[in-house]
Structures are given as C-alpha cells and as structure tokens.
C-alpha cells in the first residue's frame, strides 16, 4: 500500500493557506476529476476522493491543528479522518455550486420543495406631460396567468385527484449512483411535482392556470420622466406550488409637449418678440405649468436670451423640490408691413445707417491721425 500524499500537496496550498484558498484549490481539483467528467476513469475518481479527504481535514480547524502536529498518524481515530466514504456528504454540500453546474441544482442542499416564485411581468404606459410633472391616480387593464379557478390550480378534472408519481413515489427527485456516491435530479416523469395528472381539467387542460385580465390600481408620482420605471410587488404572475407572485413593472413614456420642453426639473418654453417689443422692453404674459405669469422683458433684449422663473418647473422624486422655467426669447420678422410701417422702418435704417457711416469715419480718421505720428 503505498504512502498517503501530503494534504497541502494534494490541494497545492501553501501550509499557512486561509479558508478561501483551501476552497478554491480544493473546488479547481473536483471540477478537473469530477467523475461525470471522466466516466470510467479510475484514476480521476481516486484524485476526487483523495482532494476530498484533504480538504475535509484542512477545512476544520482542530482537525488540521492536529495533522499540522502529527500528520496522517495524529488523524486515527478522529471522525472523519480517515477517508472512507464516511464524511463525504459533508463535503458535498459545502459544494453545492460544484454540481450545479453538472446537474442544475445545488448538490445535497436542494429544497425538497418545488415551490417557485412567479414570473415578472412588464407594462409600457404613455401619459401627458402634465400628469408626468404633476402625478396620477389610474387602473391599468394586465393580461397574466392566474390560478385555475375550476380546479383551484391542481390541474385535475373537478372531482379527481392527482396521482402519486410511480416513478420517483412522490418525492419529486430521481437518484441514481455515479462512482461511489449517489446523486438526486428533478424527476423526469412527473418534473419534481411528485405526481402526475391523469385526468386533466377541461379549462386548463392540466397546467393550473389560465390567462385572464385584471385591473390593477397605479399611482404615478408628480416628476416621473420618460424611461421612469415603477415596480409593483407581487403583481406579476402567481407563483408555482404556492411561491410567492411575480412584480409587475410599468414603464413610463411621456408624449411630448407643444409648448414645453423639460431639462431635468426645468422646463422650457419659448416666447416670440417683435423687434419693437426687444428693442424698447415690454412687460408679457407667458404660460407655465399651472397657469400664467406676467414677464418684464427689459429694452436691448437679443435674441436666444433666457429668463428664469424660479420654482415653476417640474416637482423632483426625491425631494418634491421644483425647478425653475426658463423662458427663451425668439425674434419674430413681420411679413406684411403697412405703408406707415414702412416710413417708420426705412426712417429707422436711415438712422442706423448714418450712425454706422459716423462710426467708421471717425474709425479712419483715428487710424490716419496715428499714422501721422
């Protein structure tokens, strides 16, 4: 019989490794010599139970105490020392993650229960701007699965009963032996129900629910924008085997406004000046949100320039804080003039032609005085 190998080698950890290298050397080597991975292997199947026995002593601490001291010589006796099949269990469902990714569930640790939460479910929802800025209390019409409500969700005819799975005796797992240790799947037969259905309900045909329609209370907070999601619990779909209901989620879309405009919390609109009305100043009426509110437009107003009306744009989710509006200044060009109009304009142009002429002589005539010098 030959020599047993040191622990430490077998995992390839240094002897002063924590917890977490320990397991992540000892979870490398099972995957590598999984005996699913190597059918008929031998060998790999000696590696896997010889990476087992030295993480089972290395992971508990007197146990590794103790062999640190006296090595395999210190470990006679102890439970679980000595590398049978005793403790490997153990050892398995500390890996529950080794097997799901061979079988699909966690190893020893999977719940007898097939019990399963619902589906989630998603609604797309278009309101106005203004119940985006301000809120809204409305019903929503979802369209989900609910339980049977002829067979109260058995899936069986009204009046018969399910029947215990022959194959699996109602546990709902199949076990078979791989090596030298047994493993449990999802029975195939009844899908981990633990019984089958031989006498289906004619509404449901035996799935345990049906589509049906149903109203659902939705209250949208004043600020929400475009893109805004909002989850209600348990709203989704019902869960399997008495799980708990899926969430229902509802995106928002906001439809645009013709008039307004947001940027975060503010909100934007534009007003149309004349050139008089900018030039010479004008007190003006400009909508908000709620209502309307007088601005002073000051003399020199050009335009693109922008005035602030704090605390009248959209209420923040967090905060409920508003933010401001901004009015933004469009010059609008008149297209039909009057006679008079036209005297006035052209009297204008005059002006401001004879003041541009005054400009650019006295402009040369600085420059020749200097040159001059």
Known sequence: MSPKRDYYEILGA?????????????????LKYHPDRN??????????????????????????????????????????GGGGAGGFEDIFSSFGDIFEEFFGFRGSRRSQSSMMRGADLRYDLSIE????????????????????PTCGGSGARP???????????????Y????????????????????????????????????????????????????????????????????????DLYVFI?????????????????????SF?????????????????????????TQYGDTFRLPGRGIPSLRTNIRGDQIVQVELKTPKHLNKRQEELLQEFSKIESEKFTTRIKKLFKSGSAKAAR
Request: hydrophobic share 30%; proline share 7%; with cysteine.
């Open 175 to 246: 076990v078979r032996t791989q090596g030298f240790f047994s493993v449990k799947s999802t029975c195939p037969n009844c899908r981990g129900e633990g019984k089958i259905i031989t006498d289906p309900c004619p509404e449901c045909r035996g799935r345990q629910r049906v589509v049906d329609t149903k109203r659902v209370s939705l209250k949208i907070p004043a600020g929400v924008d475009d893109g805004s999601k909002l989850r209600l619990a348990e709203e989704g779909e019902p869960g399997a085997n008495g799980g708990p209901p899926g």
């Open 159 to 173: 009046g018969s009963e399910p029947k215990i799975c022959p194959q699996c005796g109602g546990t709902g797992q």
């Open 14 to 30: 240094r002897r002063d490794a924590d917890e977490q290298e320990l397991k992540s050397n000892y979870r490398k080597i099972a």
């Open 129 to 148: 701007f203004m119940e985006a800025a301000f809120g809204l209390e409305t019903e929503i019409e979802v369209e989900k699965m609910v339980v049977c």
């Open 276 to 300: 008089v009305q900018a030039a010479l100043g004008e007190k003006v009426t400009v909508p908000t949100l709620e209502d309307e509110e007088e601005l002073t437009i000051p003399e020199g």
């Open 253 to 273: 879309r906001v439809k645009p406004h013709e008039y307004f405009e947001r940027r975060n919390n503010d909100v934007i609109c534009k007003v149309e000046l």
């Open 39 to 80: 059918p008929g292997d031998k060998e790999a199947e000696e590696k896997f139970k010889e990476a087992a026995e030295a993480y089972k002593v290395l992971s508990d601490p007197e146990k590794r105490r103790v062999y640190d001291q006296f090595g395999h010589e210190g470990l006679n006796g102890m439970n679980g």
